[in-house]
């Protein structure tokens, strides 16, 4: 590693966001083209940096900097070149000479203690005095909080956060509460603000510390699906995490509820407890919900006849039970329609639609993820929107969805019907109620025996256990899907049958192979020779489903060797290594966050913005249309067009694609899927994550892998429990 110092000459390119700038440096040598991350830098100024020269393909050679110092200027020269720089505005460079020449070396000292000399100066009044003065003691005090912050380990990029939102209070905060960056500032979650008491001498029994690490607990739980843990689940979870007794922990609940950070019910003779915001949303939920759910005075005769008129104008015979999903629909505020593949869900839906139009009645068509929302518009013809869409997602909430359909702006529509609910969390479930007013009939649709929702809740569960409202199960398959073996073997599957392995199917096949690396082997095969042409789909379209994350069958090492074989490193292809592995050009990638201010357009074949939104959502699948090393960005074309360019710093929200695990292939659905089975945890490999896989496919299901294990998740009705309240809530609110 190299240091040099000189003066920032020249400021290139910069970006405000992350501060990564491009800057040509002089130093008594030469002139050198420096790149980094700089958040307080401006052209003027004597700096001393620590890097070492790189080769850029387009830009030549540069010095890429890992540390940098700015350095008050010493000699004359230097500062008259720093004040004339433009960096304190009002000084121009003759300002900055006469400056100079009247005060010399006392100059800074000048400013920054006796700033009414600097009327002295023609041309300077006592406000442009005092201005100057407030923007060097303003710069002088961004610095020596950065030199601060970073002798606790903080990046540059967290410490302008940091300083953005405390400013001069840094000192007292950091010293007195770091767990406060926690709940005030999005990216500071307990771990990093752990780390920085930890260097700050905050005792371990710290009541700060064991208040936050209690919230902590319950955001991880969040993460895991959970709006509440039992107390003895969550003390027990405080104490591995905190390293204190139990009894210390279970002290702060009750000044927890006090601030209404945390809330308490009791439920079925356990007390359990849930972060304030996930109580309150399944509650006033559960309130909205049985508002929603009013009761129409209709003439059973006349909805008979309407639908005898559709069956007859579209040739469709509909079974009792999707009558009486129509007849219900056309009474009831509040309706749940659930059942498996080929139970004719679709069909309901698009008569329902045709019912409601000949009512005279306006609709909105809706589904949690774009995938699912264009199967829709597919299979009904009509637009059907993401929720985030429909509730017209922004991005002025930073970390959080913000939405212009809310109470004072609701949804204008006589029905809204939402398809694959199962993927509905509680966060997502409680915008829409919001937006939703008593009067427009909501109908939720979905496949309960899915797995629930990768965020917070057990939605249509919990809806459908509570008994509260009308609920039409749909249970007969159709001849047209009894001809599908993806079908009739997915409901084998959920009635816990077994399943013939003979491969005398069209479209269900299992290759036994028992070896993690055969395994592997023959997917690349089916991958890249077989499938495509049997299923009539690019390898692109073709899914890696796999249970687990870890693993020879993992998604990590999954995507890796796929990679290799799918979209092999060539010269005219950049790269960019982020982690343990690289982004290429042509990688399949997936967003696996909800970023609510990511901004997307859609282009025209002529390059130019013909629609632009916010918004990328976790399960969000895409291809690496370039990577700029330059600006250090990297471009990801989403499902209808939607281009999104990450900066290098936003690359943890995104991973390959190629394998993804089958909870995050909710609400999707392929051409084909390859799913490989060896072994894994019991608590995971059960009935209901194999039934989840293989409803994924649209025309081929492959499993390649040891029958016993597929056999034993078919026997295995285990499932992770999952805790929620919104169940308990509604009950509540129905009594």
């Not at 909205?288 to 579209?314: G, V």
């Not at 929702?453 to 749909?474: A, E, M, Q």
């Not at 299992?510 to 592997?520: Q, S």
């Not at 632009?612 to 067009?641: C, L, P």
Request: glycine share 8%.
């Amino acid at each position: 590693m190299e240091t040099k110092t000189g003066f920032v000459e020249h400021i290139i390119y910069r970006n405000e966001e992350n501060g990564y700038t491009v800057w040509n440096m002089v130093c008594e040598e030469d002139e050198i083209t420096c790149v980094g991350i700089f958040h307080v830098i401006s052209e003027g100024e004597t700096i001393e940096v620590s890097g070492s020269y790189t080769s850029h393909p387009s830009y030549g050679e540069q010095f890429k900097v890992e540390h940098y110092q700015i350095k008050a200027p010493e000699d004359l020269m230097s500062i008259e070149r720093y004040l004339g720089s433009g960096a304190i505005k009002g000084i121009g460079v003759a300002l900055a000479s006469r400056i100079v020449r009247r005060f010399k070396e006392e100059t800074f000292r000048i400013i920054e203690e006796e700033p009414e000399r600097l009327v002295e100066i023609k041309g300077i009044s006592e406000r442009k005095a005092s201005e100057i003065a407030e923007q060097v003691a303003e710069k002088k005090e961004q610095r020596e909080a950065m030199m601060f912050l970073q002798q606790y380990g903080i990046s540059l990029t967290l410490a302008v956060k940091i300083y953005r939102v405390y400013g001069a209070k840094i000192y007292r905060m950091i010293q007195e509460n770091p767990y406060r960056m926690a709940d005030d500032i999005p990216g500071v979650g307990f771990k990093i603000a752990d780390e920085i008491a930890a260097k700050a001498g905050i005792r371990a029994d710290s009541n700060f510390r064991i208040r936050s690490g209690i919230l902590y607990v319950l955001q991880q739980a969040a993460a895991d699906g959970h709006t509440c843990l039992p107390k003895e689940t969550l003390t027990q979870k405080a104490e591995e995490l905190l390293g204190v007794a139990g009894a210390l922990v279970e002290e702060h609940y009750m000044d927890l509820t006090i601030d209404k950070k945390l809330v308490m019910k009791e439920s079925e003779g356990r007390l359990f407890i849930y972060a304030a915001a996930y109580y309150y949303m399944e509650a006033n939920g559960a309130l909205m919900l049985r508002e929603l759910d009013l009761f129409y005075e209709t003439s059973e005769d006349e909805s008979l006849q309407k639908i005898a008129r559709i069956e007859k104008e579209t040739g469709v015979t509909l079974d009792p039970l999707q009558k009486e999903a129509i007849k219900e629909a056309a009474r009831r505020g509040l309706l749940v329609i659930t059942g498996g593949p080929g139970t004719g869900k679709t069909t309901t839906i698009n008569t329902m639609i045709q019912y409601f139009e000949l009512e005279g009645m306006d609709f909105l068509l809706a589904a949690p993820t774009g995938r699912a929302a264009k199967r829709m518009s597919e299979t009904t013809g009509y637009e059907a929107r993401t929720i985030h869409r429909l509730l017209e997602v922004n991005g002025d909430v930073e970390g959080a969805a913000g939405f212009e359909r809310n109470e004072q702006n609701p949804l204008e529509a006589d029905v809204i019907i939402v398809d694959e609910m199962s993927m509905v969390d509680i966060t997502l479930m409680s915008a829409l109620l919001k937006a939703v007013t008593p009067g427009t009939r909501l109908i939720l649709v979905g496949d309960v025996n899915q797995l629930p929702s990768v965020g917070p809740g057990n939605v249509l569960k919990d809806i459908i256990d509570s008994g509260v409202f009308s609920v039409v199960r749909l249970t007969k398959i159709f001849r047209q899907a009894t001809q599908s073996d993806i079908v009739v073997n997915a409901h084998k599957i959920n009635r816990g049958e077994t399943v013939t392995l003979d491969n005398k199917s069209m479209d269900f096949f299992f290759l036994k192979r028992y070896d993690a690396d055969v395994i592997i082997r023959v997917m690349i095969q089916l991958i890249q020779q077989k499938l495509p042409k049997f299923v009539e789909a690019k390898p692109y379209e073709i899914q890696v489903l796999t249970p687990m994350r870890k693993g020879l069958l993992g998604v990590e090492r999954l995507n890796g060797i796929l990679q290799h074989y799918l979209n092999p490193p060539a010269h005219d292809k950049m790269e960019k290594e982020h982690g343990q592995g690289l982004f290429r050009e042509g990688d399949k990638v997936m967003q696996i966050r909800n970023n609510y201010q990511l901004e997307w357009e859609i282009r025209s074949r002529y390059g130019l913005a013909i629609d632009k939104g916010s918004g990328v959502f976790n399960g969000d699948v895409g291809v690496v249309r370039s990577i700029q090393n330059a600006s250090e960005t990297m471009t990801v074309e989403f499902d209808e067009g939607r281009m999104v360019e990450y900066e290098f710093k936003q690359l943890d929200e995104l991973e390959l694609a190629y394998a993804i695990t089958i909870h995050k292939s909710q609400g999707s659905e392929y051409p084909a899927v390859v799913i490989p089975l060896l072994n894994g945890p019991r608590l995971l490999m059960n009935r209901n994550l194999l039934y989840t896989a293989v409803t994924r496919a649209r025309r081929c299901v492959t499993l390649v892998g040891d029958e016993r294990t597929f056999a034993g998740m078919i026997g295995n009705q285990s499932e992770r429990r999952r805790y929620s309240g919104l169940k308990q809530r509604l009950l509540e609110v129905s009594t």
